[in-house]
């Protein structure tokens, strides 16, 4: 049964805003549906799939399998928040390797790659699998998910190709 | 109730679709796309350039990945001769009259189709519009239209050195005829087609701006969640909703032909309503079956003969001559499609007009489905086409459009009806199960000299009205009753049994379980005959140039033949579907606890021409990856009518840890272009498959993959 509603401060791209939602609702359709950002996606609703990746205090989460309330307050990042105009360096690799088919994936999966890259300056291979698992691209994207990474880690150190 | 943030990005682009002056084309239908525009160049209608030089190509083939608005606007930019970096991309309304498929009659998308049956239109429709401009830009100058030539938007004048940039010739091309026959450019003079180009829609989906059939808000929009009856094909007997109604938020619960829907302020106090109401199902005919049930009565069935498909010379005759006999029984399970976003579609239906906003590949049957279930005529309809979260062949059903448009029309307001990724694989449209029982003789020569293959299992076309009962199913038997290899005595028989579970069209169809055991079998014969299967299959391919020659580019890339790290082993296919042709190489290990893993696909695809070349390499990639996943985890079975998948813990999915180098060689033969959606599937399996044969000497003959038969004792 639905909690009752609640008023909690969220703090979303660097914007503060408050929403009147049930507490267990998840993150990621108060995201979605109060904050209007689509960016993020739905794809399984049970931390299977990645589509939703968001970063709560810098770490990439499922937004689908967090409560609202445990978001309260605590700076939270989406897809729309890595910069506004595509320039993030991850970003770049994927337009470079034109990664997305559908694309439906691709906000989770550049959140996941994101967070990876902000801890693991040049990942290897292995490290690129155990961050990116979480993630499924049903078009079948990975071969050139992983080039990707590996093109932002160079472009993340200021070097260009 | 919460503020809702309204989207205006979401119409930009769709709502504009349909201005401009339209010519020369037959103009049955709707008027209102036919708006006379001042200033607008607009000879048909896939282009409109206008006075500030903006040209917008109207893309008529949903984008659901495979590139689309990437490569519609690759031909119909070259062959106008604009940049193509310039180019605006609209995705076209539904308006069959004008966007309708030219050969199948239809608009709507599936069979690899959008380039191939395009191609030819869209070039003479751009080729025409080039003309009228280079003929406006002859008159201004008196000189004879031959005389002139065009640069990247714009006619030039060599002798003269004169030049008119497209922007400045609309007022007068718009006045000229279309031509009916346009000179189109050579090869050589191709800017785009067939060179690398990068795809369009890449900014909008790394920066989460694309908007996908879920991402539809429209002001004063409800959204709901539709209960279904566990048992597919059940229907609601009553319910209470009493409960439901009282949890805050919660707008209304209906019933609607696929269920019950709450419809609520949010999706999640939907999910809230749905789980307190109490439904009473009428379960149907299909509580009474079951997979167990569904593969023994295929068995029975296939000790009877079928209707023959193909029956070349005697084959019963020559499986009798005293040669060696080789017999092997092949299954193939139900699949489900797991479209990456879960089946979606928005609506909003008064007395006297319905908008439709979905993530559709039949445009032309979504608007059919609004008519028929409002009543409006088509004037009165509107369906905007959003970027598809995959399609895959899920995405031509129309049962997400009838919940959007039954929903809308109950509660009055705008609504979007979603699925969850249980009702999304549990309410699906699957990919047949079949049993397919096959006897191949070897001559004293090692040639074969007989094939039998029996296919028993679902027609498609026969259960969706495509096909009467009593002819042969052309999906069930496609990929077998073609199959390439010159054998005197072939005969390939098809028995329809249909339990009722829905079957739709999964990403390469028939080809997708008939190349694995046409495939899987021929390299049992192989290894009977004591032949290497990679040149057994080519010398039973003298008829089939074009399977040769990426059978043969194939195994070169991948060094058949060269040794291998011990454990390791090499399997080969061939496969034509939708017309194009493609072999893989797959190089697995298996592991002691009967793990496998695919270390490298090599395959090498003929599609005619590749428009290109950097997105047929996509699609294979993506192909193989479909493909793997099917290969090693897809089965969908039913209990009682349930099916007992729901979500991907126990309908799993290929991850990145598990993906295979994809090395993709392209043959461009000249040839008349294929399809590349789906080619990249069906030689999957058996590659696979006959690489775990090559490195352990077990032969798979059922799918998906069982790995305890593969564990070292
Ligand atoms: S929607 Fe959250 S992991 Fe799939
Ligand atoms: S690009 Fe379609 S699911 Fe990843």
């Given amino acids: 049964m639905a909690q009752e509603a609640d008023v909690i401060s969220l703090s979303v791209n660097g914007r503060t805003q408050q929403v009147d939602v049930p507490p267990d609702t998840p993150l990621l359709w108060v995201i979605r549906e109060q904050l209007g950002l689509t960016g993020t996606k739905y794809g399984c609703g049970a931390a299977l799939c990645g589509a939703c990746t968001v970063h709560l205090d810098g770490a990439a989460v499922r937004s689908c399998a967090v409560p609202v309330s445990a978001a309260a307050n605590r700076p939270i990042t989406t897809i729309e928040g890595l910069s506004a105009t595509g320039e993030h360096p991850v970003q770049k690799a994927w337009t470079e390797v034109d990664v997305p088919q559908c694309g439906f994936c691709q906000p989770g999966q550049i959140m996941s790659a994101v967070a990876l890259l902000a801890n693991t300056g040049s990942p290897t291979d292995a490290e690129i699998d155990a961050a990116m698992a979480g993630n499924i691209c049903r078009c079948g994207t990975y071969q050139r998910i992983r080039a990707a990474i590996h093109l932002a880690a160079a472009l993340q150190k200021g070097g260009r190709r | ?713």
């Fill in chain 2, 1 to 713: 109730m919460t503020p809702r943030i309204s989207r205006r990005t979401l119409l930009k682009g769709t709502l504009a679709a349909g201005a401009g002056l339209v010519v020369g084309f037959p103009l049955a239908g709707r008027s209102r796309a036919l708006a006379q525009t001042p200033a607008v160049f607009a000879p048909n209608q896939w282009i409109r350039i206008d006075r500030d030089g903006v040209v917008t190509i109207v893309n008529s083939v949903p984008e659901m990945g495979q590139g689309s608005m990437t490569t519609t606007t690759m031909i119909l930019a070259d062959e106008l001769d604009v940049p193509i970096d310039q180019v605006r991309i609209e995705q076209a309304p539904a308006n069959p009259d004008l966007y309708k498929n030219p050969v199948t009659g239809s608009q709507s998308y599936g069979g690899s189709r959008g380039v191939r049956d395009h191609y030819p239109t869209w070039r003479k429709a751009a080729a025409a519009a080039r003309t009228m401009l280079q003929q406006a830009a002859a008159n201004r100058w008196g000189v004879p239209v031959e005389s002139t030539e065009t640069e990247p938007g714009a006619v030039v004048h060599k002798p003269s050195g004169r030049r008119l940039a497209y922007a400045q010739l609309v007022d007068e091309a718009q006045t000229l005829p279309v031509p009916q026959n346009p000179k189109l450019k050579t090869p050589d003079q191709f800017r785009y087609i067939g060179k690398m180009v990068k795809r369009r829609d890449t900014p909008d989906k790394i920066t989460g701006r694309g908007i996908y059939g879920m991402d539809v808000v429209v002001p004063g929009m409800l959204v709901a969640s539709i209960e279904r009856c566990p048992v597919l094909r059940g229907k609601v007997k009553s319910f209470d909703a009493t409960a439901t109604k009282r949890i805050p938020g919660v707008r209304d619960v209906v019933q609607v032909t696929n269920g019950v829907a709450v419809v609520a302020d949010s999706f999640w106090t939907a999910l809230q309503g749905r789980r307190a109401l109490k439904v009473q199902w009428d379960e149907g005919a299909l509580a009474q079956v079951s997979s167990p049930a569904i593969a023994k009565e295929y068995e029975r069935l296939s000790k009877q003969p079928g209707q023959a498909a193909r029956n070349d010379g005697d084959a019963e005759k020559a499986l009798g001559a005293g040669g060696k006999v080789i017999e092997a029984v092949y299954q193939v399970p139900f699949l489900e499609h797991a479209c990456m976003e879960p089946m979606n579609a928005t609506a909003h239906v008064t007395k006297d007009a319905c908008t439709v906003w979905a993530p559709t590949q039949n445009p032309g049957g979504t608007l059919a489905t609004a008519m028929r279930l409002t009543g409006l005529p088509k004037e009165k309809v509107t369906v905007h086409t959003t970027l598809l979260g995959g399609g895959f062949g899920r995405r031509g059903e129309q049962d997400f459009i009838v919940d959007a448009v039954e929903v809308a029309k109950a509660v009055g307001a705008p609504v979007k009806v979603m699925w969850t990724r249980e009702d999304d694989i549990t309410h699906g449209f699957y990919r047949p199960s079949t049993y397919n029982v096959f006897r191949a003789a070897l001559g004293p020569d090692g040639k074969p000299t007989a094939w039998h293959n029996r296919i028993v299992g679902p027609g498609l076309l026969i259960q969706k009205g495509r096909s009467p009962d009593y002819q042969i199913d052309g999906a069930a038997v496609e990929g077998a009753r073609n199959m390439p290899y010159d054998i005197p005595n072939l005969r390939v028989e098809f028995v329809n049994k249909d339990f009722g579970v829905p079957l739709g069209f999964w990403r390469s169809v028939g080809a997708s379980q008939n190349g694995f055991i046409v495939e899987s079998f021929i390299d049992e014969v192989a290894h009977a005959a004591g032949k290497d299967p990679f040149e057994f299959r080519r010398d039973l391919l003298g008829k089939s140039p074009r399977h040769k020659a990426v059978l043969e580019l194939a195994a070169t890339k991948a060094n058949w033949g060269a040794p291998l790290p011990p454990g390791r082993g090499r399997g080969i296919a061939v496969v034509f579907s939708y017309n194009s042709y493609m072999a893989t190489v797959a190089e697995v290990s298996v592991a002691p606890d009967g793990l496998v893993r695919v270390h490298r696909f090599v395959s090498a695809i003929d599609a005619g021409l590749a428009v290109n070349p950097d997105q047929v390499k996509a699609q294979v990639e993506g192909g193989s990856v479909y493909g793997l996943t099917a290969t090693l985890y897809g089965q969908i079975t039913v209990d009682r009518g349930r099916v007992q998948q729901s979500n991907f813990n126990d309908y799993p999915m290929l991850r990145i840890n598990e993906m295979p180098v994809v090395e993709v060689h392209i043959l461009d033969s000249g040839e008349a272009l294929g399809g590349l959606g789906e080619p990249g599937v069906p030689t999957v399996a058996p590659a696979v498959c006959n690489a775990v044969f090559a490195a352990t000497g077990k032969r798979i003959r059922t799918l998906p993959i069982d790995r305890n038969e593969l564990r070292k004792a």
